[in-house]
């Protein structure tokens, strides 16, 4: 993102190479002529514990196996591993795999691909032996409205307190770091489709005199930084309204004119919920 | 007087241990009517944060693990995709976009050719290598082609003449070009063994 036109500092955005990848394993596993992603066993145990840090955050991760991103300035680059069907040249899959992941995550995050690499590790000559699967989800699928309790009391606060508005309107917190916390959280939360990333599931943080989702948020002197989880594609929209209704809500506080980083740190599964059906 | 807190604990601003007043929260006894911490601020701040820590521990404790489903497969797949991630070779560009990439594993185009020369009567293969051939010596100088070694047992009573292996050069050059997209340069076939099929009437 530039610099905005009123001459204020510039919001940063940046997505992390697993939201890329995600995507990425995405296309690459509903292309037709793909029987399923392949993984490292690396790959897998990184998965795993992935998977289970952000189910503590309650947040089901959109599935990144046998798909990996670099992701740099703006462009991204991918790595699929795959396994395809007999039935048509690889080489072919292999071609439409690449168009449709370097398609897909340009139109998901407005990154310009400038290459992807299809790996395919194994062919399936009899579809109904493959034990084919539709892309990875989530059996059991946390919920973001788990986080609603928490938003509850943090207006019914604020509303106590008289020092918050509507959501990322806030008519102005104080210099505070948990005032310009709470309305930073607040205007994360006026953008549907975003949440804060928090490390700390709400129901498992009760002991917590803070909102847990407070630890998305980064302030220093340096600026401030919000890891973001989304749940809807394309991200540069909601990136672009929640880079403005965070600047709003602290316009009026020493954060307003330092450097904003905001950060998609995870996409939750149903970002990619597509009718499976659409699998050949 | 100085005390050394490494060697007896944490001592809180108003005496007390903080280890006590672990022991006393952890049998109940704390905070109760009359005692020393129910009007010691101190004491109190301290308890606050040793309930939030304690229940914190019970929750996290008592928070059920569930084991990823399809764990054993999904361990075995990655075993098996570890393997065949050993010797890629590079398939044509054609139809890829700029700074595409596609590769393929040897030992799966392996399979394929394997199960196309047993498609031929009284042919089982066994091995198969496959390596990319340079394009500069290719027969049109272009990526995409590979060298084919593959050793074979024929039924006894076949002859292993050219027909047959003629058969199988076919329906690996065939599959090589259909399944895949490569295109077989050379395909050496040695046949190596004989076996025979049973008698009729016998098991």
């Keep these: 993102m530039g610099t905005a036109a009123s001459g204020r500092p510039a919001s940063e955005t940046v997505i992390a190479r697993e939201v890329v990848a995600a995507i990425g394993a995405h296309a690459g596993a509903v292309t037709p002529g793909v029987i399923r992603l392949e993984t490292s066993v690396g790959g897998l145990l990184t998965g795993l514990g992935r998977s289970a840090r952000y189910r503590i955050a309650g947040i089901t991760p959109a599935p990144v196996t046998g798909a990996s991103a670099t992701v740099s300035s703006g462009q991204a680059s991918l790595q699929i591993e795959i396994a395809v069907a007999a039935d048509r040249p690889a080489a072919e899959t292999a071609a439409a795999v690449q168009r449709s992941v370097a398609r897909a995550v340009t139109a998901g995050t407005g990154l310009r691909v400038t290459g992807v690499r299809v790996v395919i590790l194994d062919i399936v000559l009899d579809r109904r032996k493959a034990g084919r699967r539709p892309p990875e989800r989530p059996a059991e699928r946390a919920s973001w409205a788990d986080g609603g309790a928490w938003r509850e009391e943090l207006a019914a606060a604020d509303r106590a307190s008289g020092a918050g508005g509507s959501a990322g309107t806030s008519g102005g917190p104080g210099d505070s770091r948990a005032e310009v916390c709470a309305a930073v959280l607040r205007a994360v939360r006026s953008v549907p489709g975003l949440q804060p990333a928090s490390p700390v599931r709400p129901e498992r943080a009760r002991w917590m005199p803070w909102d847990p989702a407070g630890l998305a948020v980064g302030l220093d002197d340096g600026g401030l930084e919000v890891q973001l989880a989304a749940s809807r594609l394309p991200l540069p929209p909601l990136l672009d309204q929640a880079a403005a209704a965070i600047r709003q809500a602290t316009a009026r506080t020493a954060w307003g004119a330092r450097p904003h980083r905001l950060v998609i740190a995870a996409l939750d599964a149903g970002a990619l919920a597509v009718p499976v059906a659409a699998n050949p | ?203």
């Design chain 2, 1 to 203: 007087m100085a005390v050394s807190q490494t060697s007896e604990g944490y001592a809180l601003p108003c005496g007390r241990a903080l280890e006590a007043l672990w022991e006393d929260l952890e049998a109940g006894t704390a905070g109760r009517p009359g005692s020393h911490e129910q009007d010691c601020p101190h004491c109190l701040t301290a308890l606050s944060g040793l309930v939030a820590l304690r229940d914190a521990t019970r929750e996290l404790t008592a928070a059920p693990v569930a084991v990823p489903p399809r764990l054993t497969g999904r361990i075995m797949a990655a075993v098996r995709a570890e393997v065949r991630r050993t010797r890629l070779l590079p398939l044509p560009a054609a139809g890829l976009e700029p700074g595409g990439e596609a590769v393929i594993s040897e030992q799966a185009v392996a399979v394929v050719l394997r199960f196309a020369a047993d498609g031929v009567d009284g042919v089982r293969a066994r091995r198969c290598a496959v390596r990319p051939r340079d394009p500069g010596q290719a027969p049109d100088g272009m990526p995409g082609w590979v060298d084919v070694e593959m050793t074979l047992a024929i039924r006894y009573g076949i002859s292993p003449g050219e027909a047959v292996l003629a058969a199988v050069r076919r329906a690996v050059l065939a599959a090589a070009d259909a399944r895949i997209g490569l295109r077989v340069a050379r395909c050496d076939l040695l046949v190596e063994d004989l076996w025979s099929a049973p008698a009729p009437g016998e098991d």
